[in-house]
């Protein structure tokens, strides 16, 4: 984990000494792999930061899997169109504001979410966030 653990939970923060050298410790004896809600893009900064260069980083929520050497993806599990269109009528339904993450905001280095406005078009969507957490009923 990263925001709150390994750092404090600001996007401008970069491990501390003792946290680079407890990391540089532990990956003599086994292999370290970030794994954040953030996006690759902001996840990289802290990579570089612990000199970590080689395995793997899980972001945007486990969507995504990237090679921290190659800075390619490895796997990607988004949420289909047909699963966003119905998370989206719920929580149009429950009157429930919501925030959510695709492909274009994967690109912002701040992970910046923008409110959803009703009948805005998203493309690969990795992860919803709303205010309280609800459950459906059959």
């Known amino acids: ?3 709150g653990t390994l750092i404090p ?3 401008e923060s970069l491990p501390s000494e003792r946290i680079v050298n407890a990391i540089a410790k532990a990956r003599e004896k086994v292999k370290v792999c970030l794994v954040t809600g953030r ?3 902001s996840t990289k900064k802290i990579l570089n930061a612990l000199n970590i260069h080689e395995g793997y980083a899980v972001v945007d929520g486990g969507a995504i899997v990237m090679d921290t050497a190659t800075d390619t993806i490895v796997s990607q599990s988004l949420i289909t169109e047909e699963d966003a269109k119905l998370a989206i009528r719920v ?4 009157n429930q504001p919501f925030f959510t993450k695709d492909s274009s905001s994967r690109q ?6 923008e409110p959803y406005k009703k009948g805005q078009k998203f493309t690969e969507v990795s992860q919803f966030f709303t205010g309280e957490i609800f459950t459906l009923e059959d």
Not at 108 to 113: S, T
């Open 9 to 11: 939970y600001d996007y």
């Open 39 to 41: 996006s690759y893009k």
């Open 108 to 113: 912002n280095m701040r992970d910046h979410f």
């Open 91 to 94: 929580l149009e339904e429950e």
């Open 1 to 3: 984990d990263v925001d």
